[in-house]
């Protein structure tokens, strides 16, 4: 456990080098996690440039090998404490994120959009985007679970999920950037997490939820949360537990084909 929350950055490893192989040295002050380009990186000059900013401005022109990966332990401690901004992907994964993203906004016209007609089928009919109950996780045609394309970047074994709802998630009326959900919704939230845990045949201690502020998600258009799975079973038919709790997912089979081969 960390005395200290801090950005996954280890500043001995940061130099000057280069980028996963890819032309573009990179120029890190030591104590800080500032980080400058001296030439241009092909994978981060096909991105646009509105959208590096923030953290993404400074991780994406970083090596891996900078990058400390998130242990279950330190998640465990960032979101009790609340301090969600420090999660991020490695630094590869949001330059493809990144790029995804710039092609996505130029052929749907944003994020949601894709999300909404291609991952949850929830459109381009409004209705299909309307909620059967007016109460969180009453009808299972009201929500979502699916695989995080791009998940932030963990020790290997934990698992990234997300739930898309229908239903809006109400959060406490406040004017702050990081405002929590009311206790209630929070409660039901738990339930739900629950329920997860014990289909899964998992310990409570190995599931986690958190749901980003407005101001840190990239969909901010439909409501969802997300949730961890540290080491799901894979023996005791625990992989087809999660094809059955991603029923919705296309391509499950797949993808925990190779989630699967990880665990084992």
């Known amino acids: 456990m960390k005395d200290k929350l801090q950005a996954p950055i280890d500043h001995d490893r940061v130099e000057e080098s280069i980028i996963d192989g890819v032309a573009g040295s990179v120029v890190v002050d030591m104590k800080s996690t500032t980080a400058t380009t001296t030439r241009t990186v092909p994978e981060v000059s096909a991105i646009s440039k509105e959208l590096l900013v923030g953290n993404d ?12 990966r998130f242990s279950w332990e330190y998640l465990k401690e960032i979101i009790r404490e ?3 901004e420090f999660l991020c992907r490695m630094p590869s994964d949001l330059r493809k994120y990144l790029v995804w993203k ?9 994020v949601a959009n894709f999300v909404l007609f291609e991952r949850l089928k929830w459109g381009p009919d409004e209705d299909l985007a309307k909620p059967i109950s007016t ?8 929500y979502r679970i699916l695989m995080n394309d791009f998940p932030y970047g963990f020790e290997d074994g934990i698992i990234h999920l997300v739930v898309w709802t229908k239903n809006p998630i109400p959060k406490a009326q406040t004017e702050s950037l990081t405002a929590d959900i009311i206790p209630e919704v929070r409660q039901k939230i738990q339930i739900f997490v629950d329920t ?12 986690l939820w958190f749901k980003n502020w407005a101001a840190l998600q990239s969909v901010s258009e439909i409501d969802h949360f997300h949730v961890l799975l540290n080491k799901p079973p894979a023996d005791d038919g625990g992989i087809e537990k999660l094809h059955w709790l991603l029923v919705d997912d296309d391509d499950i089979r797949k993808k925990w084909a190779a989630v699967d081969s990880r665990l084992r």
């Not at 109460?135 to 009201?142: G, K, Q, T, Y």
């Open 102 to 110: 710039t092609k996505v906004v130029k052929d749907y016209g944003s």
């Open 196 to 207: 997860i845990c014990d289909r899964l045949g998992m310990d409570s201690d190995d599931i």
């Open 57 to 68: 401005a400074q991780n994406a022109i970083l090596p891996d090998s900078a990058f400390v």
């Open 82 to 84: 609340n301090k969600l």
């Open 135 to 142: 109460e969180l996780f009453e009808v299972r045609d009201d």
